[in-house]
DNA sequence: CCGTCGCGTTGATCCTGATCAAAGGCCCGG
DNA sequence: CCGGGCCTTTGATCAGGATCAACGCGACGG
């Protein structure tokens, strides 16, 4: 969108998802991918939908914005997810590459597409309404916690969990501000519960611990 | 059965709510219906799933709780509306009637009710999202707003909205609590943006103002 | 007719997380 | 090697909503 966008809520890094790219594409054999810089607007809010995108590699987020710039960012998509679902013509949401990140675009008419398309939405939709139990009851170190556990189940179980996002991101998709966020992390480390490593790569030290304080 | 429902309560609100009872059933012709009592079960987190259901009237709550007892109401099904879709093999959520309620039971092997299970199912999808942004980036007024507007919305754009849920499902919906949520709709009473005839009904007097309050 | 119960409203105080502010690291270009 | 910009961290203060508490109100049942 506009410089507002850019300014706001792009980050530089790029390439972080590299290590996790082993996306099973059983759909998109044959389709050619596209790349996205990071930063960059996959489809807009308003714009017409129909068609469907599978992450080869990277990661996107999916978001909405309130007319005087709060932003919140309503799913995260990895390597070999897919998104763009709509029950209307056009799109409710806006999806940008949160880094550099190759997208393969679906037909959704195509019948092999057609089979894959409900089970996917029902997933997409078990999530959203798990995410509002989190938004709505829990207190900003039981959010962090569910993010933790959730990107380390969504990336195969590991400890170690990088993820490609920014704080911005995390508070942005936790309902909270980055200074809340940053706390938290925080006083996890110290408590010994995570380790950090780097930036964008947690440690779950305390597995136990952690879940029990996600409630 | 119908008995235990003339009790008071459920009196004020089948006589309501029989006025938007034109639910139109394309895929419930044939089926006989259930009814449930005011805040009966209709299925529970963990429980096998399979089955759909149809609100033919009254009104259901779908929720999780957290172990300490904190609730999340996730969605709220009026006359009409379809749910029970899940992506599992058993419920993430529980579902109860909120006032006596009529329910169908669709098999969702039948080819005409997967024919329209899709478009329901990213209905729910894209509400479950838009109610993202509500509990994670506005404050009480602006909850509560869109509540009203929701559910005038959802009843044809009537000024006048009748609810069946109490304060309490209110809050648990709204991310609130029920002190919060009276607070709320005195505040805007007192603004003269709405009228409160009975406790469960609302007129919007002030629609535009409303409108922006919800931002 | 009164007492009780469940739900809703209103008031007083507290606390979590937001906001405001400043400084610290990291990465880049020069 | 240095300087600047961005992201992150940390600290101080503020405020919105939660919590605690009391009361109102209508609907029953005795």
Redesign the interface.
């Known amino acids: 969108m506009t410089s507002f966008e850019q300014s706001h809520y792009s980050n530089q890094l790029g390439g972080i998802l590299l290590k996790h790219q082993t996306p099973n594409t059983p759909l998109a054999s044959g389709q050619p991918a596209t790349f996205f810089p990071a930063g960059s607007e996959i489809y807009a809010q308003g714009e017409k939908c129909g068609n469907l995108y599978q992450v080869e590699f990277g990661a996107v987020r999916?978001y909405?914005l309130?007319?005087?710039g709060?932003?919140?960012i309503?799913?995260f998509h990895l390597a070999g997810e897919m998104f763009g679902?709509?029950?209307?013509k056009s799109h409710?949401?806006f999806a940008e590459a949160i880094c550099g990140t190759g997208i393969r675009v679906l037909r959704p008419s195509a019948s092999h597409v057609v089979a894959e398309?409900?089970?996917m939405?029902?997933?997409?939709?078990?999530r959203?309404?798990?995410?509002?139990?989190v938004?709505?009851?829990?207190n900003a170190v039981e959010r962090v916690a569910a993010f933790f556990l959730e990107m380390s189940e969504r990336q195969g179980g590991l400890r170690q969990v990088e993820f490609p996002m920014s704080r911005l991101d995390i508070a942005?998709y936790?309902?909270l501000t980055i200074e809340t966020v940053s706390r938290v992390f925080s006083k996890l480390k110290s408590k010994g519960i995570i380790r950090l490593p780097s930036l964008r790569c947690v440690e779950i030290v305390k597995l136990r611990t952690l879940q029990d304080m996600a409630?």
Do not use: K, N, T, Y
């Open positions: 999916i909405r309130l007319s005087d709060r932003r919140q309503s799913a679902f709509e029950a209307d409710h949401f398309l409900l089970p939405a029902l997933q997409s939709l078990v959203a309404q798990e995410q509002l139990l938004l709505g009851r829990q942005d936790l309902g409630a």
